[in-house]
T-cell receptor, first 114, second 111 residues
Framework: DAMVIQNPRYQVTQFGKPVTLSCSQT?????MYWYQQKSSQAPKLLFHYYDKDFNNEADTPDNFQSRRPNTSFCFLDIRSPGLGDAAMYLC?????????????FGNGTRLTVT | GQNIDQPTEMTATEGAIVQINCTYQ??????LFWYQQHAGEAPTFLSYNVLDGLEEKGRFSSFLSRSKGYSYLLLKELQMKDSASYLCAVRVYNQGGKLIFGQGTELSVKP
C-alpha cells in the first residue's frame, strides 16, 4: 500500500545531541510537511516543501532544519535538542495544495530528550 | 491571525449520536478538514468541506457554513473504538496548502 513511513517510531536523544528524524513516502506527492505535536496540543507546522522549494514557518526555531534530497524522502534535523523539544513529530504529504487534497500523515516519531 | 476553537472534551454513549463543533476565524479560507487521532498515533483523515453544506461518509458527516465560520462533525451509531481526539483543521490560500489545526476534542464513548 502507498503510504507515509516515519523512522524511528521512538527516538531518545540527549540534551544538545543532534538528532535526525526521517520520513519517506510512496504516494509520489509534491508537498511534504513536518509538524510538531506536544501532549494535548494541536499539531504545529514547522516547515514544508513544495517539490524542492523549502518554506519555513516564521516562528520555527533555527534549531530545526530540514532536507528533501528527492521526492520520496524528507528529513528533520534538530541541531541541539532541548527538553522543550520533546514531542511527537509528524510527517505529512499532500498531492497538491488545493482544497480537495488532504494531508496524509505518517505514524509519527516520538522524541524524548534526556 | 488564525483562530480555531473546539470543545476540549465530550462524552457520549455507545450507539448514540454526537456532534463536535468547530468555529474558526481565518483569512484566505480554502477548506475545512476533520481528522481522527487515537492516543499516540498519527491523525487520520475523515472528511473535508470546501463549500457550504453537509458531506456524508458512512457513520461520519461534516457540515460547513462559511459565512458563520462554523463546522461540525457528526458521528452516528457510536462505537467504543470512536473514542479518540477529533481535530478540526483549516486550509488557507497561498501558504503551501498547510493545515492549521485546532486543539482537538477528546471524545470518550461509554458503554
Amino acid at each position: 500500500d502507498a503510504m507515509v513511513i516515519q523512522n524511528p517510531r521512538y527516538q531518545v536523544t540527549q540534551f544538545g545531541k543532534p538528532v535526525t528524524l526521517s520520513c519517506s513516502q510512496t504516494l509520489n506527492h509534491n508537498v511534504m510537511y513536518w509538524y510538531q505535536q506536544k501532549s494535548s496540543q494541536a499539531p504545529k507546522l514547522l516547515f514544508h516543501y513544495y517539490d524542492k522549494d523549502f518554506n519555513n514557518e516564521a516562528d520555527t526555531p533555527d534549531n530545526f532544519q530540514s532536507r528533501r534530497p528527492n521526492t520520496s524522502f524528507c528529513f528533520l534535523d534538530i541541531r541541539s535538542p532541548g527538553l522543550g523539544d520533546a514531542a511527537m513529530y509528524l510527517c505529512a504529504t499532500s498531492r497538491l495544495v488545493g482544497a480537495n487534497s488532504p494531508l496524509h500523515f505518517g505514524n509519527g516519531t516520538r522524541l524524548t530528550v534526556t | 491571525g488564525q483562530n480555531i476553537d473546539q470543545p476540549t472534551e465530550m462524552t457520549a454513549t455507545e450507539g448514540a449520536i454526537v456532534q463536535i463543533n468547530c468555529t474558526y476565524q481565518t483569512s484566505g479560507f480554502n477548506g475545512l478538514f476533520w481528522y481522527q487521532q487515537h492516543a499516540g498515533e498519527a491523525p487520520t483523515f475523515l472528511s473535508y468541506n470546501v463549500l457550504d453544506g453537509l458531506e456524508e461518509k458512512g457513520r461520519f458527516s461534516s457540515f460547513l457554513s462559511r459565512s458563520k465560520g462554523y463546522s461540525y462533525l457528526l458521528l452516528k451509531e457510536l462505537q467504543m473504538k470512536d473514542s479518540a481526539s477529533y481535530l478540526c483543521a483549516v486550509r488557507v490560500y497561498n501558504q503551501g496548502g498547510k493545515l492549521i489545526f485546532g486543539q482537538g476534542t477528546e471524545l470518550s464513548v461509554k458503554p
